[in-house]
């Protein structure tokens, strides 16, 4: 058994827990453990949210393996996500990933048919898994691609959504051209206040173009979810943020089948169903009216 575990992410696992993942035969690699000896690698960090079995079956989404993802967001202290259990060829691509994260930290090769065994296809759907992260562009563009297509719906539910100029752009152009595109984000039960100040500084733009935004109240909404068209659906780590598209190393899966988008799409309205739409009017004067917002504008680029 192989685990890869984010040095930052998990410095509050202590190092008992570690010892007996260790004294089990769990072989555990830390990603960037420490400064030495490239400071610059310090700021990437993974963000990947994967569990391989046998080489056969597949986890990606959005949850990770703590208290917070335990219930099933019925209080502030426990989620809202994502996660899906894949099989079939696309597994191979998932264990990929973590192979090449693999290969960087211990410099190991993992191979054979315990890791890569043969895959039949087990379902209808079209999959294919994209691997984010500091030397890849794959996420940027995949989600650039993805908006720029949408023709007649644009669904977004994400964690951390803080989109970079063109990306808005392309929101703005695809409400334009007649798109009915909604955002799920979510609201004051927030876990990164920074994010949701740096946010809202842009959210007037996009509502004057056409765009609705929701904000989830229940709980902290950690879903990472695309919808292009009832058709094509982007699920995994990635978030719209700097750090997800340019810094961490991310996992998506896209899915390109209208039964696969129809069962996402009832899990979005009933996540909209639990939020409240911000209208223009208390946003009105934001640029303006809140100096903690201007001051988050000014990080937002390293969030």
């Known amino acids: 058994m192989n685990a890869i575990l984010d040095a930052q992410g998990t410095q509050k696992m202590g190092r008992q827990n570690l010892e007996r993942l260790r004294n089990a035969g769990v072989e555990v690699a830390k990603y960037h453990s420490g400064l030495w000896p490239d400071p610059r690698r310090y700021n990437n960090r993974t963000h990947r949210k994967l569990l391989m079995i046998d080489g056969k079956i597949g986890f990606v989404g959005g949850a990770g393996i703590a208290d917070i993802w335990t219930g099933n967001a019925d209080s502030p202290q426990h989620w809202r996500d994502n996660h899906y259990r894949v099989t079939g060829p696309v597994v191979a691509q998932l264990q990929a990933s973590f192979a090449i994260s693999w290969l960087k930290i211990r410099g190991e090769v993992l191979h054979g048919p315990n890791y890569f065994p043969p895959l039949a296809n087990t379902g209808p759907y079209l999959a294919q898994a994209i691997r984010g992260g500091a030397h890849y562009e794959n996420l940027d563009l995949m989600y650039l691609l993805a908006i720029a297509s949408a023709q007649k719906t644009l669904r977004i539910e994400n964690a951390y959504f803080l989109p970079d100029d063109l990306v808005r752009k392309e929101l703005i152009e695809a409400a334009k051209r007649g798109a009915k595109v909604e955002i799920v984000v979510p609201g004051k ?22 765009v609705r935004i929701f904000e989830y109240r229940p709980t902290m909404v950690h879903v990472k979810l695309m919808i292009v068209d009832d058709i094509f659906v982007s699920i995994g780590s990635g978030n719209f943020d700097n750090r997800s598209i340019r810094l ?56």
Do not use: C, M, Y
Not at 189 to 210: F, M, N, T
Not at 252 to 279: C, G, I, M, P, Y
């Open 189 to 210: 039960k927030i876990d990164q206040k920074l994010v949701r100040l740096a946010s809202r500084r842009h959210w007037p733009e996009l509502i004057r173009a056409g």
């Open 248 to 303: 961490n190393d991310e996992a998506n899966l896209d899915v390109l089948d209208r039964d696969f988008a129809a069962q996402q799409t009832h899990l979005f309205e009933n996540d909209k169903k639990q939020s409240r739409e911000v209208t223009p009017e208390e946003l009105r004067g934001l640029h303006f009216a809140n100096p903690f917002q201007q001051a988050a504008g000014l990080v937002a680029p390293q969030l």
